[in-house]
């Protein structure tokens, strides 16, 4: 395995160290306590819903058509997931899909400001700005909309993002009619727009899977665990590469995640496999050998994946929330032997109040930086975002 470079969490007189700068917190970081739920921001997403502007929609003050009886204010809830942008500050949400939400935007919040506020990203296919007719109407592999922009999807813990600051989305997903998105995509964050669908290749099946990715700084690549197929994208020009298959395991309802101290590719399943798999639970490849799963042992018998799992590197740990109350659950790695030591499970007690979660699931609306040394959580888009100082 590669040998990762790890930037640590420090504080020194008030001020964050991360990735050889020194920057003073913002105002709302400075503001938090210690392990107390506490949401900051100036506004919620549902602030910003484009229905609600006649200069973006175009049939204001009517609903707008790619807006379904739920509207925005119920995306979260449609298996949607978001992603954690820690070189760049950002939180970004985008999702809906199947029978719900139908506006292909997308939101992120500049948590690098004393007082980060939401914003839209892009104009949802339908609008005033990108006028089409159909928003049902289905392009290639049930995938793309007529003017390019791909269709909203439930976008489960398919979402990550890259050092340059775009956002991907990984094949394969539920678009309006539940049918299977073939095609990734990619928001450009300069152009605030999708490039086109034939940015990421078409999976090879095509099935939906409510599958998994992550992204890897060693080497630059985009894991995606779909189907029963591990594949990684590369950035440079969209090819992907298949590395194996194990029709005994699945990524649906997943959460993968990058292990920076052990330069491990790790899986939280969210459904049982079968033979040798039929109790695991957490599962894991070396990204230099990607030619099978090794079983983590636990001490527990939950699985995460829906929840909402992150690695937390300056604490060498992996936190969960598991939809109940304030605490996170704590998984703690083995120092050596990963696949033959046991992973013990803990609890991290937490204040505040959190609001009732999402019922179909957390996925990527739960983060940890090491920028801010904070765990994140978008609990529904008509809340501000909750923020968590780690201990």
């Known amino acids: 395995m ?38 900051i921001g100036s506004n919620k997403i549902t602030d910003i819903d484009p229905e609600n502007d006649a200069a973006i929609n175009g049939d204001y003050p009517s609903g707008a058509i790619w807006t379904p009886s739920g509207g925005l204010s119920a995306a979260a809830d449609e298996w949607s997931g978001g992603a954690l942008d820690d070189v760049n500050g950002r939180m970004w949400f985008c999702g809906g899909g199947h029978a719900g939400y139908k506006g292909n935007e997308a939101y992120s919040i500049d948590l690098s400001a004393d007082v980060p506020s939401w914003i839209m990203r892009g104009y949802p296919s339908g609008s005033i700005q990108n006028p089409i007719a159909d928003v049902d109407a289905n392009g290639a592999n049930n995938s793309v909309m007529t003017d ?48 086109t669908a034939q940015d990421l290749a078409s999976h090879s099946s095509g099935s939906p899977s409510a599958g998994c990715s992550c992204y890897d700084p060693i080497r630059d690549v985009v894991w995606c665990f779909t189907g029963d197929t591990l594949s990684s994208y590369d950035p440079s020009d969209w090819s992907r590469t298949d590395h194996f298959s194990n029709g005994s395991l699945s990524g649906y309802y997943a959460c993968m995640v990058y292990d920076s101290l052990r330069d491990l590719v790790v899986v939280f399943l969210g459904a049982a496999g079968a033979g040798a798999f039929s109790s695991a639970y957490v599962v894991f490849v070396d990204p230099d050998s990607p030619t099978a799963w090794t079983i983590a042992p636990l001490d527990t018998t939950t699985r995460w994946g829906s929840y909402g799992v992150k690695y937390d590197d300056a604490n060498d740990r992996y936190l969960t929330w598991d939809r109940a109350g304030n605490n996170l659950t704590i998984i703690t790695p083995p120092a050596t032997s990963p696949g033959s030591n046991t992973w013990v499970s803990s609890t991290l007690t937490c204040s505040g109040t959190l609001s009732s979660p999402s019922g179909n699931g957390t996925w990527g609306r739960f983060q940890v930086s090491q920028t801010y040394n904070c765990a994140f959580l978008l609990n529904a888009t008509d809340e501000k975002l909750w923020a968590l100082a780690l201990e």
């Open 2 to 39: 590669a040998t990762p470079t790890v930037d640590t969490y420090t504080a020194d007189s008030g001020e964050d160290v991360y990735a050889g700068r020194e920057e003073t917190p913002p105002a709302w970081r400075v503001a938090l306590s210690t392990l107390t739920w506490t949401q």
């Open 148 to 195: 390019g922009r791909p269709h909203q999807v439930h976008t489960y813990n398919l979402l990550s993002t890259l050092p340059s600051g775009d956002l991907v989305l990984c094949p394969s997903a539920y678009q309006w009619a539940g049918n299977a998105t073939a095609y990734g995509f990619v928001f450009d964050h300069a152009d605030d727009d999708w490039d």
